[in-house]
Nanobody
Framework: QVQLVESGGGLVQAGGSLRLSCAAS????????MGWYRQAPGKQRELVAT???????NYADSAKGRFTISRDNAKNTVYLQMNTLKPEDTSVYYC?????????????WGQGTQVTVSS
């Protein structure tokens, strides 16, 4: 079974930091782009950051300067370091991966991890 498993969410005060991790497991040959998205109650899921296999990154304006996405290709893992967190960052955070598997390609989503920032 191919899946993404996230960890690292929690409750933090405004101005604090959290680091999210997302590991892919199963019969994966390689992973192309990986990313983090978030969805607050009553809102659509939105992009936070993406990273290519080669390490090129892209950030939403709300994440620039505060969040850093990185990955470890050997571990099929993507990270999101979040600093200077704000109450408006409160959301469920989902990781995403474009994976190459035997016989094709899969778009994977994690189960989501809650991030709550108190003011």
């Amino acid at each position: 079974q191919v899946q993404l498993v996230e960890s690292g969410g929690g409750l933090v005060q405004a101005g604090g930091s959290l680091r999210l991790s997302c590991a892919a497991s199963g019969r994966i040959l390689s992973i192309n782009d990986m990313g983090w998205y978030r969805q607050a109650p009553g809102k659509q899921r939105e992009l936070v950051a993406t990273i290519t296999r080669g390490g090129s990154t892209n950030y939403a304006d709300s994440a620039k300067g505060r969040f850093t996405i990185s990955r470890d290709n050997a571990k099929n893992t993507v990270y999101l370091q979040m600093n200077t967190l704000k109450p408006e960052d409160t959301s469920v955070y989902y990781c995403n991966a474009d994976a190459n598997i035997v016989g094709g390609r899969l778009k994977l989503w994690g189960q989501g991890t809650q991030v709550t920032v108190s003011s």
